[in-house]
């Protein structure tokens, strides 16, 4: 499972944030070394309790509310794709910001949940679990569902199984990263954005030039959420320019 989201459990093969509303262990003896840290890591963590609190499936609910209270991406009406979306605390955001479940007066948004792994329906979203996005199979299926619509953000919180070995894992999510901007190229409104997380690495800087080719603003950006220990970096593409098609 993703370390950065282990504060979600697989039950019965469904990528679930219902961990976070069980009782914490309290006795972690017979835990190997690892999972010690992890659980005494959780314990501390004011996110997980906020999470818990405020009914998110995750602890990263926290990064994109932070994002968007700071660059105001998401708001009522807009059509939304979130890439690597389980357990679904994004989409949660997500649905509740465009107002995707319709909860609030006004415009109605749309959202468009992915993940290689199944998991639970989010009220408002359309949740398409056992779907890798690196496989063209998922673009053609997501394609067919937006029936022409173009769509005004994407969002990829995508990450792969961390190795531990830093150049293969930011290599990793590299791939996830081009994987979700060839799509985002090909889907997305002119003017539309793109938030999407990477790893740092030797590979960052060129990824930046790309995305620069594309769209007119690019913001770097560590939420206040992100483990201090993580490597984790958000870049914010706004004002795609199109693709020209002559
Ligand atoms: C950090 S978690 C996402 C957490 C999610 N944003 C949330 O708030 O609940 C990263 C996710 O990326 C997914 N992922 C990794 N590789 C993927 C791929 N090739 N296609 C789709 N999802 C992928 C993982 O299964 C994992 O659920």
């Not at 009782?23 to 999972?35: A, D, F, M, Q, V």
């Not at 996005?133 to 990829?156: C, P, R, W, Y």
């Not at 995508?158 to 990793?172: K, L």
């Not at 799509?183 to 999407?196: R, W």
Request: with cysteine.
């Amino acid at each position: 499972m993703n370390s950065l989201c282990r504060n979600v459990s697989l039950t019965r093969n469904v990528h679930t944030g219902r961990a976070l509303f069980k009782e914490t262990p309290r006795n972690l003896k017979g835990k190997k070394h690892s999972s010690q840290l992890w659980l005494a890591r959780q314990l501390r963590d004011p996110y997980v309790e906020k999470a818990k609190q405020e009914r998110y499936r995750c602890r990263s609910a926290f990064k994109l509310l932070e994002i968007n209270e700071k660059f105001k991406i998401l708001s009522p009406g807009l059509t939304v794709v979130d890439c690597g979306a389980a357990p679904g605390s994004w989409t949660q955001v997500a649905t509740n910001l465009t107002n995707a479940d319709g909860k609030k007066e006004g415009s109605i948004g749309k959202v468009y949940a992915i993940d290689k792994l199944p998991f639970y329906p989010v009220e408002g979203a359309t949740v398409l679990g056992n779907m890798d996005f690196t496989n063209a199979k998922t673009h053609e299926t997501l394609s067919k569902m937006l029936q022409g619509d173009k769509v005004d953000v994407i969002l990829s919180d995508m990450a792969p199984n961390a190795s531990g070995v830093r150049d293969i894992d930011h290599d990793n999510i590299m791939l996830l990263a081009y994987a979700a901007l060839r799509f985002a190229l090909q889907i997305s409104k002119t003017q539309s954005t793109f938030l999407v997380k990477i790893w740092d690495g030797g590979k960052t800087q060129q990824f930046e030039q790309n995305l620069a080719k594309f769209y007119n603003k690019i913001r770097i950006f560590r939420p206040d959420a992100t483990r201090d220990e993580s490597t984790e970096t958000f870049f914010l593409a706004m004002g795609f320019k199109g693709l020209k098609t002559s």
